[in-house]
């Protein structure tokens, strides 16, 4: 056999070199392929990490910020027994809005939104708070402490006419009770545009929602007297917390049923003439507007609850 020729051995040599330089360009290619990729999810992994950090001090931030507002609750109780019976309101209220951190730490997530939703309203509830303690210290000098001293003789009359003392708190209940206006076609509604110059729109919507209006009609009852009558709303958000902002007309009042003290968020008084009327109620709330969710609506007089109703803002 004879041997090759210069060209054809140049010519496989270059095959050779183009195979090869191939080669190279595919092992540049999926390096630089498996480097952006590993680029990408490094950076997906450094941004998830920072957004569980921030999640994470958010949650322990105002688990702190609960705790401490139970803390100092607690340093005020034992003074007078009013004061005991407004901050058990309050505790009870806080602890309500601490258990919502629940899924929040199961999840270990919660947003900015309702990270500084939470924060505002137990800010809301704290200087809430501060300020009935302001006003009982001015109008009943609940923070000075009184020793109440009974003689035997007081006791021993007490004692006598306890019995007599019952049956007629029987009686005056049950007067009470005949006496009470029933609040019919109780509706809540939300609605935004009120004014003298502005028509009165309903709204379902929470972001729209400017007041909230409750609606009711008063039945005719000769066994309540003629006069002023004055009627408690209550109106409890989502959350389970009572709306109340004290420079708006809300405050304490007393259960009849159980006498336990509890939160209403406004008042008003009507004149009644023994006749039907037609009673509505307008709550504008704090600064933020309305969350979203059902709201729960409670109507009172004398401290019993004549009525009720729901209200669900989406």
């Known amino acids: 056999m004879e041997n090759q020729r ?33 680029t990408q999810k490094e950076t997906q992994t450094i941004a998830l990490t920072e957004a569980l950090n921030i999640d994470s001090m958010r949650i322990v931030d105002l688990n702190a910020k609960y705790s401490t507002a139970l803390e100092e609750l607690s340093s005020l109780r034992g003074q007078n027994q009013s004061l005991d019976s407004l901050l058990d309101i309050k505790e009870a209220e806080i602890k309500k809005m601490k258990a919502s951190l629940d899924n929040a730490l199961k999840n270990k997530k919660i947003s900015d939104t309702e990270y500084k939703k939470q924060v505002e309203m137990l800010q809301s509830l704290i200087s809430d708070l501060k300020n009935q303690i302001s006003v009982l210290e001015k109008e009943k000098g609940i923070l000075i402490e009184q020793k109440e001293e009974l003689g035997k003789q007081l006791n021993n009359t007490l004692d006598e006419n306890g019995q007599l003392k019952q049956q ?33 729109i309903e709204t379902r919507s929470s972001k729209k929602t400017e007041s909230i209006r409750v609606c009711f009609d008063v039945d005719e009852n000769k066994i309540s007297d003629p006069g002023t009558k004055e009627f408690l709303l209550r109106i409890v958000s ?17 259960l009849a049923e159980s006498g336990e003290k509890s939160q209403y968020t406004m008042k008003q008084e009507i004149n009644y003439e023994q006749k039907k009327k037609n009673v509505c109620m307008y709550w504008e709330g704090a600064a933020g507007g309305f969350a979203k969710g059902k709201y729960t609506i409670e109507v009172y007089q004398d401290g019993y609850n004549i009525g009720s109703s729901a209200l669900e803002l989406k």
């Open 6 to 38: 210069p060209e054809q051995k140049n010519d496989s040599k270059n095959n050779r070199t183009l195979i090869l330089i191939i080669l190279i360009a595919l092992l540049v290619g999926v390096n630089i392929f498996l480097y952006v990729k590993y």
């Open 168 to 200: 007629n708190k029987v009686l005056a209940k049950k007067a009470t009770i005949g006496a009470l206006l029933k609040a019919q076609n109780l509706k809540a509604t939300g609605v935004f545009g009120r004014g003298k110059k502005k028509k009165e």
């Open 238 to 254: 989502p959350e389970g917390v009572t709306l109340a902002v004290q420079s708006q007309g809300s405050g304490v009042f007393e």
